[in-house]
């Protein structure tokens, strides 16, 4: 399937400017002592570059063979993570911090599993002269597997829509945070049980939600193009 190679740019800039915010991010929080989730932010820079280098070959840093073990390993990554989080904090309730990992780790099973099925599906652009990019559908036995895409784009959908309904979580009055930055100085990112932990020392989790909706429409674009 084609499309506009407009798209194809704006989308390219965007996965790009993605992949050095997290970078940017990643270096931010370790020079100023701001906590954030490392594997997510990890995961999201490499997901970035990845997805630039669909969207133009020509910026594509590593081999094929390699981006399939690198989103594998963040699958299964996420998956044990996963398991480990709800076994100690339950699959529903809790205060907004807990809700906000919680959902982070199912996501990116997803996320990567559907970069890893795009590679294994061959679905990888092709350059043309007009600069415009076409994915290659699966075909043969591959088109046994045209219900994946759908699954992903749904589920990416759904998390998408989670992402947006929670960023109203973040937001706190200026002087609710004001009096609570002593007290919240020193709390532990694995203390989640304490309600007064919620984001003090987070780093820009609304950028950061942000940031993880456009990723999701991005990947949902490139499998979109496989149908």
Known sequence: MAEPGWLTGLFTVLMIAIAVYFAGRLLFARVRRRRIHVEVNVAELAMG????????PTLNLLPTALWEVVFACFALWFFVQGVRFVSRHGSVGGEAFV???????PLHVVMSLAMLYMYLAAAIPTARESGQM?????TGTEADFVALPLLFIALLAAFAMRQIDTLSRFRANAATRVGTRGALEGASVSDLST???????????????????AMSVAMSFLLVLML
């Not at 570059?49 to 133009?56: D, E, I, V, W």
């Not at 809700?99 to 780790?105: N, P, S």
């Open 195 to 213: 309600p007064s932990a919620p984001f003090a020392r987070w780093l820009a989790p609304r950028s950061e939600s942000v940031c993880l909706v």
């Open 134 to 138: 076409a994915m290659a559908a699966p």
């Open 99 to 105: 809700t906000y990992h919680r959902a982070h780790y």
């Open 49 to 56: 570059l990845a997805m630039a280098g669909m969207l133009r």
